[in-house]
């Protein structure tokens, strides 16, 4: 049975983006990018909402990756490989191969979905994320902390939603970049 894990940029004080929608202070140096290409590695779907899926779709639009770093075509090559699932109301198209859109976030799905993987799914952006966490379907968070602080914006984790964690990994990256990787405790 895979892992249902909800992966994350953001500030020291939870934010995935600013009060503009901005999430430029979570650009990742080469050993920060390298470390989450790895992370990669256990994903085979990729869940999001519209707003994050349209995000993502660099990796998939890219003309020219030969002109990238090589850490930033392998980050592409293993997005590329892996499927996606967009939950919109709103789009029509997706925007590359692997990729389906479903008009809901429906828990039975997903409880399937996770029983019939092999490897892990990510779920990322938090509004979709909040559906997940709201209905105990995710099993990880894993967190990749930027060392900023916004004071406000689009906070990762809904309200009124509490879950016990424990800590599973930590890394410290030189940039000052901190990865936490936390299992979600059952009750």
Request: one cysteine or more.
């Amino acid at each position: 049975m895979a892992a249902l894990i909800y992966t994350s940029l953001c500030s020291l004080d939870g934010y995935t983006a600013d009060v503009h929608g901005n999430f430029d202070f979570a650009m990742p140096d080469e050993e920060v990018h390298r470390f989450a290409n790895d992370l990669e590695l256990r994903i085979s779907t990729h869940l999001y909402g519209r707003r994050m899926y349209e995000v993502m779709t660099w990796w998939e639009a890219t003309n020219d990756l030969s002109k990238m770093p090589d850490f930033v075509q392998e980050y592409a090559t293993r997005w590329q490989a892996a499927d996606k699932i967009v939950y919109s109301r709103t789009l029509t198209e997706a925007v590359g191969p692997r990729t389906r859109i479903e008009r809901r976030f429906d828990v039975p799905t997903i409880k399937e979905l996770k029983a019939a993987s092999a490897h892990d799914i990510s779920v990322s952006g938090p509004t979709l994320a909040s559906h997940a966490l709201r209905a105990g379907l995710v099993d990880e968070v894993s967190l990749l902390v930027f060392p900023v602080i916004l004071g406000g914006g689009l906070h990762m984790f809904p309200d009124a939603v509490q879950s016990s964690l424990e800590l599973t990994d930590e890394r410290r990256f030189d940039s000052g970049v901190v990865y936490l990787s936390y299992r979600v405790l059952r009750h």
